[in-house]
């Protein structure tokens, strides 16, 4: 059955900043924790809950040492290797939900982790922002749901935040008569890399690699990686930046069960000379290389000095914006900047994981923009969470 902790957990304390539950102290894994978001993750997960036991999970035993002596006495390290599958389930048995943040996702042909979720009943997120590991992952849906298993996928801040925030934007339209939600556009941008190095870098040039999935008034449509530049405004702080084309999971999520029948998702970054980069690579490297995750991470290897100067010169911050319009003209946005990307990652899975210890989640494999993954009630809960920090937060603009 089912850890009686997962699904139980009395409910969150309304006065509260964080949010506390006055239940048992819980156990959480946090895979990738020796990494920039793993790292976060379980940061924010100490500093919303203090309560939380958290077992933070790397192959770098000095970087985890140094992490959990930081987090106080109720953290601890555990060297692993998330392919060793019975090593991760052996781990698994004595925790109550496990964070998954040792991506980069793409090119991952197995969903091994939640596999060890659901073999050994534990509750399971993730920071994915795969389009194929995902839809790969809500395949297991009957099994996680067969098992007792709560689990929510693409959980981290981009996709993860910003599909609660469609989500909202949707239900606000829809509850003040503006008609019918007709195109759904997701906005981002980040300074560099946003400080998470290697990672992100992989990340994005795999995603080069990929035919870009959108819809177009209902009918999918293939377009061009790293085309399609929009001059995009987001806000104070930050101003106009220029955004391109990515094949990103909301995208695919959002139309299917938001129902809104044209949605894109666009990326941009700083300085130029990077937006330039990718697009070149998008233009002039041959699809098998950016789809080969072993060239691709060895080339991230090779440039990560350079991108940890220019890291360092333009910041981490991270933006996005997220807007609807509406079939009566009515037009809505949301709009979310931190000074850190991996900060917002950490406090946006960080918000997911409590999500589900505290009850929110059902039963099975679910997008973070379905009600039965994040229930209405508690999406506010969710996103004052995930945006501490955050320079700027609206909604329904």
Request: hydrophobic fraction near 40%; proline fraction near 4%; include cysteine.
């Amino acid at each position: 059955m089912v850890r009686a902790c997962i699904g139980k957990a009395s409910a969150v304390a309304a006065s509260s900043g964080g949010g506390k539950s006055a239940a048992a102290p819980r156990r959480v894994l946090v895979l990738g924790g020796t990494g920039r978001a793993g790292g976060a993750t379980a940061t924010a997960l100490s500093d919303l809950r203090p309560d939380l036991s958290i077992l933070v999970a790397g192959r770098n035993r000095e970087k985890g040492t140094k992490l959990v002596s930081k987090l106080g006495e109720r953290s601890e390290f555990v060297q692993l290797d998330i392919h060793n599958a019975r090593r991760l389930e052996a781990v698994m048995e004595s925790v109550d939900l496990v964070v998954h943040a040792a991506g980069p996702f793409q090119r991952e042909d197995k969903c091994a982790v939640m596999q060890a979720a659901i073999s050994t009943k534990t509750g399971y997120a993730d920071v994915c922002d795969g389009m194929d590991y995902s839809w790969r992952a809500k395949s297991l849906h009957e099994e996680a749901k067969a098992a007792g298993v709560p689990a929510l996928i693409t959980a981290g801040i981009s996709p993860g935040v910003s599909n609660v925030m469609a989500a909202e934007l949707v239900r606000a339209a829809k509850s003040e008569n503006c008609g019918e939600p007709e195109r759904l556009r997701f906005f981002y941008y980040i300074a560099g890399t946003g400080g998470a190095g290697p990672t992100a870098l992989g990340t994005s040039f795999l995603l080069l690699g990929e035919d870009v999935i959108a819809y177009h008034k209902g009918r999918e449509i293939k377009l061009k990686p790293y085309s399609g530049a929009r001059n995009i405004d987001f806000g104070e702080g930050i101003g106009k930046k220029d955004v391109y084309l990515l094949n990103l999971p909301e995208v695919k999520s959002t139309h299917k069960f938001l129902g809104v029948p044209t949605v894109s998702a666009r990326f941009g970054s700083d300085p130029f000379i990077w937006n330039w980069g990718m697009e070149t690579f998008a233009n002039f490297l041959p699809a098998d290389i950016l789809r080969d995750k072993n060239i691709v991470l060895k080339l991230t290897e090779c440039v990560d000095p350079f991108i940890r100067v220019i890291d360092g010169i333009v910041g981490e911050c991270v933006s996005m914006r997220i807007d609807l319009e509406n079939s009566n003209g009515h037009n809505t946005m949301g709009l979310f900047t931190h000074n850190s990307l991996s900060v917002s990652v950490g406090y946006a899975a960080a918000a997911f994981a409590l999500a589900i210890l505290e009850g929110s989640t059902k039963p099975g494999v679910w997008f973070p923009e379905e009600t039965e993954g994040i229930a209405i009630e508690a999406r506010k809960l969710l996103l004052q969470r995930a945006s501490q920090g955050a320079v700027n937060f609206a909604m329904n603009k």
